[in-house]
């Protein structure tokens, strides 16, 4: 079993975790995601409470080279998205220990 999460694979979990058919799930997750996305083209920070924060931010021009002909080039200024994890999420991947808790474990 490979160590990557897929799109589909959230979808059939948010699926089983809330009985709904995985079509349905599917057109959620996928909204979710697109509503991140359009919130950052549009400019707009998304703030997932301990999770993390995802903003766009701007590089300018730089100097670089190509790494194979070690010719010298200027890398253009371009917009990047940056992600900033909470730390509730840094302190649950970072615990050793097996009753961590992270944002998703259930309340006593």
Known sequence: MANILAKSDIARIVAE???LPIKQSEEIVK??????????????DVNIHQFG??????RVERNG????TKEKIVI?????V???VS???KEAVNCSKSECKTA???KK
Not at 65 to 68: G, S
């Open 104 to 106: 998703c474990t259930p």
């Open 31 to 44: 909204n979710v995601f697109c509503i991140i996305g359009e919130s950052l083209t549009k400019g707009v």
């Open 87 to 89: 730390k509730t999420l």
């Open 82 to 84: 940056k992600f900033s």
């Open 65 to 68: 080279h190509n790494p194979k």
């Open 17 to 19: 975790k809330n009985e």
């Open 76 to 80: 253009p200024a371009s917009k990047v």
């Open 53 to 58: 924060n995802f903003k766009v931010i701007k």
